[in-house]
């Protein structure tokens, strides 16, 4: 099995985690005309918001996510995990800092969109206890409850 570690984004980390966030959206992009830009504003997300890195024993980074939080909940803005890594525990890692973090802040709502042909997706949130809230056109709410 692979192992992994969860550390805090650094500024020198942003080439790295846009191109993670690149290569994990890939298959969806000619599928998904309307999907946003998912690599935009990764730099200043490092220094604006909550983003952790997940990275493997040779220092490459393997995963990301993106939390911001808010006066009420927090948001996760992005979690991505590179196509060779799904499957090995990256993404229920990264979910389990961000919910760790929300709690320890005095919050307990966690929330995000994604898009609502992304199925798989879909899935690995629902099996790690989201629930779908809203739909609005292509996005799909989900949160979770912390309690």
């Given amino acids: 099995m692979s192992s992994f570690l969860i550390r ?3 500024p020198d980390d942003a080439a790295s985690l846009i191109d993670v966030v690149a290569a994990a959206y890939a298959p969806w992009r000619a599928r998904l005309p309307d999907l946003p830009d998912v690599t935009a504003g990764l730099a200043s997300d490092i220094a604006e918001a909550v983003v952790w890195v997940a990275v493997s024993e040779d220092g490459s980074i393997v995963g990301g996510l993106v939390l911001v939080p808010a006066r009420l909940d927090t948001h996760i803005a992005n979690l991505a ?5 799904a499957g090995k525990g990256v993404g229920q890692a990264l979910l389990a800092q961000a919910e760790s973090h929300t709690r320890a802040n005095g919050q307990w709502t966690l929330r995000l969109t994604t898009h609502r ?4 997706t879909l899935r690995f949130y629902h099996r ?3 629930t779908e809230t809203a ?3 292509a996005r799909v709410f989900l949160e979770k409850c912390l309690l």
């Fill in 8 to 10: 805090s984004a650094r």
């Fill in 135 to 137: 739909r609005d056109g």
């Fill in 81 to 85: 995990v590179v196509p060779e890594w």
């Fill in 128 to 130: 790690h206890g989201w």
């Fill in 117 to 120: 042909d992304m199925a798989p």
